[in-house]
Nanobody
Framework: QVQLVESGGDSVQAGGSLRLSCAVSGSTYSRACMAWFRQAPGKEREGVAR???????TYADAVKGRFTIPRTMDRSTLYLQMVSLKPEDTAMYYC??????????????????WGQGTQVTVSS
């Protein structure tokens, strides 16, 4: 079992930056693959970025070149570094974990461990 707690959400203006954090505790085996998702009101949850056990990163097309997903060496904290934020980035952001990454897509159905979310609001 793994526990996840997000923080760092805020309201910013377009063009601004934010860094979200996800504190991870529990099974180290169950946190090798970690990801960030977001969900805007009335929309489905979508994958934003993912990092595998081998530290390979995957990004949604909408955030490539603007977001990165670093984490600490001991995998106790996952980050989502966001720059050049746009109003369409407004959403609740969630971190998620599982024991290994599979496939080339960042899919919510692949993850069973989730945090409670942190709100990001970008105004124009």
């Amino acid at each position: 079992q793994v526990q996840l707690v997000e923080s760092g959400g805020d309201s910013v203006q377009a063009g601004g930056s934010l860094r979200l954090s996800c504190a991870v505790s529990g099974s180290t085996y169950s946190r090798a693959c970690m990801a960030w998702f977001r969900q805007a009101p009335g929309k489905e949850r979508e994958g934003v970025a993912r990092i595998s056990g081998s530290e390979r990163t995957t990004y949604a097309d909408a955030v490539k070149g603007r977001f990165t997903i670093p984490r600490t060496m001991d995998r106790s904290t996952l980050y989502l570094q966001m720059v050049s934020l746009k109003p369409e980035d407004t959403a609740m952001y969630y971190c998620a974990a599982r024991s290994y990454c599979r496939g080339d897509f960042i899919l919510p159905a692949d993850f069973s461990a989730w945090g409670q979310g942190t709100q990001v609001t970008v105004s124009s």
